[in-house]
């Protein structure tokens, strides 16, 4: 089972950026996609970006132009580097690994019951 390990979160202005990172323990790391949410308070986790285990890549709407999600395979590590950060972009941010294996990207993607294994998330906080 894969264990994850979120870092990169902090306070940051608006039009700041910041680097997440999401390590990972287990060796199957490069078979799974990786996807990125995010919660903030009252309000429901959110799909912000996924990454398929052959590098294709997904967005929410709202984040394109100003998030990339990569992934370094032989580190174990995928990373969100968000661009531009604006107020509402702060939340409880969360990577999460694919229950599949070699899954081609498409929707599914987007939805939080196609990922088993989670950490345990990194604050992002963006002030005016």
């Known amino acids: 089972q894969v264990q994850l390990v979120e870092s990169g979160g902090g306070l940051v202005q608006a039009g700041g950026s910041l680097r997440l990172s999401c390590a990972a323990s287990?060796?199957?790391?490069?078979?799974?996609?990786m996807g990125w949410f995010r919660q903030a308070p009252g309000k429901e986790r959110e799909f912000v970006s996924a990454i398929s285990w052959s590098g294709g890549t997904y967005y929410l709407d709202s984040v394109k132009g100003r998030f990339i999600v990569t992934r370094d395979n032989p580190k174990r590590l995928a990373y969100l580097q968000m661009n531009n950060l604006k107020p509402e972009d702060t939340a409880v941010y969360y990577c999460?690994?694919?229950?599949?294996?070699?899954?081609?990207?498409?929707?599914?993607?987007?939805?939080?019951?196609?990922?088993?294994?989670w950490g345990q998330g990194t604050q992002v906080t963006v002030s005016l």
């Open positions: 999460a690994a694919d229950q599949g294996e070699y899954r081609s990207i498409g929707s599914w993607m987007r939805r939080a019951n196609e990922y088993t294994n």
């Open positions: 287990d060796r199957t790391f490069n078979r799974h996609g």
